[in-house]
C-alpha cells in the first residue's frame, strides 16, 4: 500500500512528544481583594495571557501527586508533581504530558488507581519574568493567587526565591493569607468537615 493511501494513524492518546520534566519554586495565598490583585499584576507590566477554564482531576497514588488537567482553551494535560506542604515559598518537581484523549485517559487512570478529588476553576494567567501568575477563582472555595517561579535546570532556586518574595511585596500578600495545601486538600477537608458526626 503506497504512502498516498495508507489509512491514518490514530493518533495515541498521550504524547510523549510533549513531555516536559522541570522544578519551579511556588506560593499561594487567598486572595481578599482580587480586584486589586488584577490590577496590580498589570501595573507591574505583566503579560496577560487570558481567562482559562481548567478541571484536575487527582488520582489515588503512592507517591507525590497526580492530576489530569483539562483546560479551555489549551492541550489536556497529565501531571505528576511532588512538593511539600509548607506555608511560604517552597520547590516542586513536575513531569507534564500532553494528553490528546482526555476521556480515555481519566476514564483509565479511574479504574486503575481511583480518583480522590476534582477541582473545577477559573484562572486569569499572567507571566512576568520567569514567573507564572495566576489568579484563581475556585469553584466553592473562593479566590486565590498563585506564583509559579520557573527554574532553570542548574539553578541554585535563590533567584526564584528572590522573585517571588518581590512579588510577595509588590501584590501586598499578608502572612495571614498564605495557604500550605492545595485546592484538593482544601476540598477533602471541607468536604470531611461538612460529613454529619457518627453516633459513638
Known amino acids: 500500500m503506497s504512502p498516498e493511501t495508507a489509512p491514518a494513524r490514530e493518533q495515541p492518546p498521550i504524547s510523549l512528544a510533549g513531555d516536559t520534566r522541570g522544578r519551579n519554586v511556588e506560593l499561594k495565598a487567598q486572595d481578599p481583594a482580587p480586584e486589586a490583585t488584577l490590577q496590580a499584576c498589570r501595573e507591574l507590566g505583566a503579560v496577560d495571557c487570558g481567562l482559562l477554564w481548567q478541571r484536575d482531576t487527582y488520582f489515588n497514588t503512592p507517591e507525590g501527586r497526580l492530576k489530569l488537567r483539562e483546560q479551555r482553551p489549551g492541550r489536556s494535560q497529565l501531571i505528576h508533581y511532588e512538593r511539600p506542604d509548607q506555608v511560604h515559598e517552597r520547590e516542586s518537581r513536575y513531569r507534564i504530558l500532553e494528553v490528546s484523549d482526555a476521556d480515555t485517559i481519566r476514564d ?93
Do not use: C, M
Request: charge should be negative; avoid cysteine; glycine fraction near 4%.
Open 108 to 200: 483509565f487512570l479511574t479504574e486503575s488507581l481511583g480518583v480522590w478529588a476534582t477541582i473545577t476553576k477559573r484562572r486569569r494567567l499572567f507571566l512576568w519574568r520567569s514567573v507564572r501568575i495566576h489568579l484563581d477563582d475556585v469553584e466553592g472555595q473562593g479566590s486565590f493567587v498563585e506564583f509559579e517561579a520557573v527554574a532553570q535546570p542548574d539553578s541554585d532556586l535563590s533567584a526564584e526565591h528572590a522573585l517571588i518574595g518581590e512579588l510577595r511585596s509588590r501584590l501586598s500578600i499578608a502572612d495571614a493569607n498564605l495557604l500550605a495545601e492545595s485546592y484538593a486538600d482544601r476540598a477533602l477537608t471541607a468536604a470531611s468537615a461538612a460529613e454529619p458526626a457518627r453516633d459513638r
